[in-house]
């Protein structure tokens, strides 16, 4: 199986010799050859991470360069600061209207943002997205494939109940494995660790909001007596076919106390939780202060940890090789569901795009657990390490996205065709008159 990932995340390559890639003119000649000439006429925009310092031009010296108007990028309802900061780096300009070629929206998007779209805009959010992220609708959607594939296939997600539905069935699991099992409690559509706590007793459970309970994995593989999860990002750019890809770092990130499971300690989340919301709060959090040590603190890079996992003997691949698996499955799992809403949805399915943030724990038997799937990862830079890896990021995504510089006739064009598929679709849609026969003289 190690066969098919030329390199995992974080990989060094292991001293061997890296496969030489092919310049940009080999690959467009390659297009050309299988695609045909009309998908090269309109240039792709070649973007770069944001360097530390860097300056931002002008609208009046972007259009200065005689290529016309530069192509306008919206961020609606989050802030993402480095996804702003590269646009912007590259030549993008914001805009609040819909003359954007790329727009970065929150999980709330806006209603009907999909149906209107050209077929050279790019909005970062598959319509049912929430089939992934939203905890309750994650683990119905595993326990369907569980069903079909079997339950040894799907079983890299603790044991998951969902309250209020499912509350009977879990008291009686709570009191058959009462003193033997730990469970965590979380809320289903929350996020940087708010409202997640370790039960301790059924009178804790939240019975008027929706949450999710699952078993706790009590054996945590631990680095320096630390417990720690694993931040993999994976883009995906279509669900039908499916063709997600996984970047090669990330992040590693550690609680900031010993982890325990004494009695006296379960409440503490500065020991069970690895959240760097929650963790820089801690009195002992160190922040990574300089790229180059990226081994050093609460938050490592994944290349540090692959380096750290060598040097005590563990196999890397094979640990690689099971995360791997975890994200084809997680994916498959929810394409049905994904693909049909985009279908239904999207004039254009090509101009949606999804990057996911996979929270990934590794136990003791190295065995890797889906803790859950984030729908807008943080776009935030609170060191040095996060700026280099996200911006990096940020910047491979877009260019494998494929973000067009368009001139003005083209982009007319397009928005023409736009309207004119959307109006077909509603018209096919409508049902059709119901003419009896008497009516047409018969």
Known sequence: RSGLWAQIPGDDSDGEAEEERPNT???????KQVLGERWTEVPFMDLAPVQPGAKFASLAKLMS??????????????????????????????????????????????ENIHRMMHEFQKVNHFPASTELTRKDRMWDN????????????????????????????????????????????????????????????????????????SRYVEKPLLIQGLKFDLRIYVLVTSFRPLRAYVYREGL???????????????????????????????????????????????????????????????NVKEMWSRIMDIIVKTL?????????????????????????????????????????????????????????????????????LGVRRLDAQTLTSARLRARFLYMSKLQSAMPKPNISKHLLGH
């Open 25 to 31: 003119s080999e690959v467009l000649e390659r297009v």
């Open 65 to 110: 360069d005689g290529r016309g108007f530069p192509p306008g990028f919206r961020i609606d309802r989050i802030h993402a600061p480095l996804v702003r900061e590269t646009y912007l780096h590259n030549g993008f300009r914001p805009t609040k209207g819909e003359d954007w070629l790329i727009s970065w929206t929150g999980p709330r998007m806006r």
């Open 142 to 213: 595993f326990q369907r494939m569980a069903q079909q594939m079997g339950s040894g296939q799907f079983d890299f997600v603790p044991e998951t109940f969902v309250l209020p539905q499912q509350l009977r069935s879990f008291k009686h699991r709570y009191l058959k494995t009462r003193g033997e099992q730990l469970w965590i409690v979380k809320p289903t559509a929350s996020s940087q660790g708010r409202g997640i706590f370790i039960l301790r007793n059924l009178v804790e459970l939240p019975l008027k909001e929706s949450v999710v309970v």
């Open 252 to 314: 590693t990130r550690f609680a900031s106390k010993a982890y325990s499971t004494d009695e006296e300690h379960l409440a503490d989340v500065y020991r069970h939780l690895t959240n760097y919301s929650i963790n820089k709060g801690a009195e002992n959090f160190q922040e990574n202060q300089r790229v180059q040590a990226d081994n050093y603190g609460h938050k490592w890079s994944l290349s540090a940890l692959n380096r750290h996992l060598r040097c005590i003997g563990i």
């Open 332 to 400: 498959l799992a929810v394409e049905p569901a994904i693909s049909a809403a985009t279908k239904e949805s999207c004039i254009h399915e090509q101009s949606c795009f999804e990057l996911y943030g996979f929270d990934v724990l590794v136990d003791e038997h190295l065995k890797p657990w889906l803790l859950e799937v984030n729908l807008s990862p943080s776009m935030q830079a609170e060191s040095p390490l996060d700026k280099q890896i996200k911006s990096s990021l940020l910047a491979d995504a877009f260019n494998l």
